[in-house]
């Protein structure tokens, strides 16, 4: 699956916390709370979104987990503001961020994602152009659209998101939507974002409203997501193995959800099916599959053996209705050493 720079690298921060990215189906008979108003509703038409306390990320989660490492701690924030003395943009000053992503088939068993990220914090556009303007001709140019400036950098290095995960950069195109919402995304698409946003709200919201409602069901996530799987998707990942593509085929959506506590992290993923047998389908085969799983975790080397251990022995699988669902929790103190290259 092919998938472009900074902007889906943070959709993929939210994918590392699931088992894959399943996806959107029929509406179970629960009613469900309107969600409150968050940055989602300000996505263009998505096929999968997802919200990020940002800060909660970076005050909290993030120092608790380094506690005990000041120079990896350290490290990090060298790395973040490596980012902010390239774009003009410091993360730490976002309380919230929401990605929205669009798959694209641009040819026979090849997905393409296009995303977009909307940060909301504070943040000047003076500093946006000063930082382009120290990349030097050629790397930094602003475009107008739509009676919008977008400031394009053309970086082309390896960064680290939030000063912990590498992903590379090229071309990053950032447009102020309001005086506190900024917009990341690829110098194309930045542009149908931009169409989207101006053109009817109200088309834009009855677009994402059943997969804002999925990733908005506990307030209190560090991260939120909802997403769909198309079969045109499915048909691009390489499953590897005939029965368990053929139970994922009945997947249509998918929807989870990241907590961050005192000591743990705590991980909730669903995926709606079309039918109940479908749901109990999956989930014995998921069943199958944890216990194969204890067999090659017990041959890993720490850390990675020690975390992946924990989350077996936590994993809870249970369906509802013509939903799966999978719990499983993680001490942070077995993911620190992960975070600290050990």
Known sequence: MKANNFITSLALIICLFSVSAWGQPKHQTTTAKPPAPTLLNQLPPSDALALVNVRQLLTEAMPRMLANNAAKLAEANVEIDKFKTRTGIDPRAFDQVAVGMVYMYPQPEVTKIESVVLGRGTFKTEALVAAGQKLGSGAYREETYRGNTIYIFSI??????????????????????????????????????????????????????????????????????????????????????????????SVRQVYGTVGVTAKDVEMFLAARTLNPESAKGLGSTLEGLKQLGAFLVSRMPAPKGTLARTALDNLRITTQGNELQIRTAIAQADIAPLLRGE
């Open 156 to 249: 082309k290095e390896q960064m680290k998101l939030f000063g912990l995960v590498s992903f590379k950069v090229n071309e990053l195109a950032v447009t102020a939507l309001t005086n506190n919402v900024l917009c990341l995304s690829s110098p194309t698409h930045i542009k149908f974002v931009l169409d989207a946003i101006k053109g009817s709200s109200k088309g834009r919201g009855d677009a994402n409203r059943e997969l804002i409602e999925l990733a908005t069901r506990d307030a209190n996530a560090a991260i939120g997501f909802g997403g769909k799987v198309t079969p045109e998707l499915l048909r691009t990942i390489n499953i590897g193995n005939e029965a368990i593509a053929k139970d994922l085929s």
